[in-house]
């Protein structure tokens, strides 16, 4: 029999073994302490959170499972391990898309979301001009030029509103640029953000 402990981790409850309580608490410790300035520190922390709750959600098999050790490895193994204290800046860097792209991610899989922080009316352009790195005034001309022309592109626009998520979360906003929610990706987009 293993002691359990309740904790709120992203604003959401959880019952986790004594044992992977400690191992968590010991990585996200590690983590922070990679972040020099500790107001920064603080919301990537809140983003890492957030994520380490959003794994867990999705690898719990039922509701009331409790957290062990091997839960906590999946996390650990998604978020990725501690390695340097700063990010390195990448020379060759480009802008895209309205993020400044000076840091060098580990790249994932691309998904396409809205992009709810440079929309204008539901992200829908703005999405797209993340996903395919053209820029969003570009995107929103041709989608002006075809709705004129051809009048399909309102109908179009309004399906991919209906249908395309929006990128709320860290973890989505990373994979909408294609790259992997790791902690160490979320700790680098969370800086550039500011």
């Known amino acids: 029999m293993k002691k359990v402990i309740e904790v709120s981790i992203g604003s959401i409850n959880f019952t986790v073994e004594d044992d992977a ?44 499972q409790v957290v062990d050790m091997k839960l906590v490895q999946v996390v650990i ?6 390695e340097n204290n700063e ?18 991610y ?17 992200g829908v352009c703005s999405g797209i001009a993340t996903y395919t790195g053209v820029d969003v005034t570009i ?5 002006v030029a075809l709705a004129f022309a051809y009048g399909t592109a309102i109908l179009a626009y309004l399906i991919l509103w209906i249908v395309s998520p929006r990128a709320i979360t860290i973890a989505q906003k990373l994979e909408l640029r294609g790259y992997a929610p790791t902690a160490d ?10």
């Open 21 to 64: 309580y400690y191992r968590l608490k010991e990585y996200l410790r590690r983590f922070e302490e990679t972040i020099s300035d500790k107001q920064e520190a603080k919301e990537v922390m809140e983003d890492v959170e957030a994520r380490v709750a959003e794994i867990f959600q999705k690898e719990m098999k039922f509701s009331n």
């Open 77 to 82: 193994d998604h978020l990725g391990e501690i």
């Open 87 to 104: 990010p390195e800046p990448n020379a060759g860097s480009t802008r895209s898309a309205g993020y400044n792209q000076e840091y060098e």
């Open 106 to 122: 580990t790249k994932g899989s691309k998904r396409f979301y809205r992009d709810m922080d440079e929309k204008m009316i539901a």
């Open 139 to 143: 995107i929103r001309l041709i989608f």
């Open 185 to 194: 990706n979320i700790r680098k987009f969370t800086s550039q953000r500011k």
